[in-house]
């Protein structure tokens, strides 16, 4: 993110605060022969706040760090709408009604991006942002879309969504990585409905265990398998 910054200009951060329940941050810049303090809320990405440092105008400024807020405010609040319960709160678990849609909503949102977009056998999405150097490791970056019974309306679609708006900046810019990235979202990572817990992860490393599919039941008795 260093790149887009403007030259001459030098930047550190610290917490601005030691309460954890105000996660903000301080950017400390030197403009000119001026100093200043910024501070950011932690859920403003990096890049919105290079953005900020590029505007020209206090008006730019502040459309720049809105644009970005609004890109991921506007895909949690989507998403949460896709659940069991009504009201606070989220119920999506793995392989219902609700996790289809939330999957047809995610990958409609990669394609938008402009991503190569791939569903492997137990339900987790890859975007994948080709890079310059084909042959060389992926980097992946994501979280998990299926919920607790009782989770939160940022459980994990924050870490998805986030993702996916690094995604959606990189494509705007032009920017190409050195190495392929896949921004992705993995199924059944709580264990909620089956209790297998981080099983995308591990189905993606081939770390399942033997007759897992078949023996693993929900409340219901429905195995995975099935």
Do not use: W
Not at 44 to 61: E, G, P, Q
Not at 116 to 128: C, L, M, T, W, Y
Not at 189 to 207: D, H, K, N
Request: negative net charge; proline residues 3%; charged residues 30%.
């Amino acid at each position: 993110a260093g790149e887009g910054l403007q030259e001459g200009k030098h930047y550190s951060r610290e917490a601005a605060n030691e309460d954890l329940s105000r996660p903000d941050f301080v950017f400390h810049f030197k403009d000119g022969f001026e100093e200043k303090d910024l501070i950011v809320d932690s859920k403003v990405s990096l890049t919105a706040f290079v953005d900020y440092m590029n505007a020209t105008d206090d008006a730019s400024k502040s459309d720049a760090l809105d644009r970005h807020v609004k890109s991921v405010r506007k895909h949690i609040d989507e998403l949460a709408k896709i659940s069991v319960t009504q009201g606070p709160g989220c119920c999506r678990q793995t392989y219902t009604k609700e996790f289809a849609e939330a999957r047809d909503y995610i990958v409609k949102v990669m394609k938008e991006i402009g991503l190569s977009v791939r569903e492997d056998a137990v339900g987790n999405i890859f975007g994948r942002m080709e890079g310059k150097n084909p042959e060389a490791p992926v980097i992946m970056t994501g979280s998990h879309f299926d919920t607790v019974r009782t989770g939160g309306r940022f459980d994990g679609l924050a870490g998805v969504v986030a993702a996916l708006e690094v995604a959606r900046v990189m494509k705007e810019e032009g920017f190409v990585p050195n190495c392929p990235i896949e921004f992705v979202a993995t199924a059944e990572e709580e264990g909620t409905r089956f209790s297998g817990g981080l099983f995308g992860s591990r189905a993606m490393c081939g770390q399942l265990y033997e007759n897992e599919l078949e023996s693993s039941l929900d409340m219901d008795g429905i195995s995975m398998a099935q």
